[in-house]
């Protein structure tokens, strides 16, 4: 397990989200940087609504009022401290402040933010490859145009580059997360 210190000197605990549009990479990466950290991995699609999900199947975007339970329950997950007492790493898309506020708030700690950052063509590419998933291609001209891209005013978002490996952007990301604390490597 990878603790970094709070400004109190106990070791704070890990609650990391990583972001971007679907088919970005979320859940590989998440994975890895959770196995690297040492913590456990959340899958936040495994906690949308059965009506969500059936609503993303049929090729129709979400709204708002469809995602505040979700982006609840996510953050509640982060602040989880019974169920992941080491920390957690959670995938979710989180494109809007807003949501990464909404979850910033339902966390109750402090969390971090890993933004990968994939141009369109690559994530099209991505998506036209991949099966057995309910987000539909089609959805992702409405995931760019809802992506609020991380700003100054976010400091808690890790920016990540989607041009390199899936090891080396855990690399990178782990290590920064870390705050120069010794991470396992991604077999």
Known sequence: MVTTQSEHGAAARLAIIVMGVSGSGKSSIGEGLAEALGIDFVDGDGLHSPANVAKMAS??????????????????????????????????????KIYRDRIRAAAGQPIRFVFLDAPQSLVKDRLGARKGHFMPPSLLDSQYATLERPGADEPDVLAVAVD??????VRRAAAELAGGAAVKPLN
């Open 59 to 96: 090729g129709t975007p979400l709204v708002d009022d469809d995602r505040w339970p979700w982006l609840d329950k996510i953050g509640a997950t982060l602040g989880d401290r019974a169920a992941h007492p080491a920390g957690i790493v959670v995938a979710c898309s989180a494109l809007k």
């Open 164 to 169: 390199v490996s899936i090891a080396e952007i």
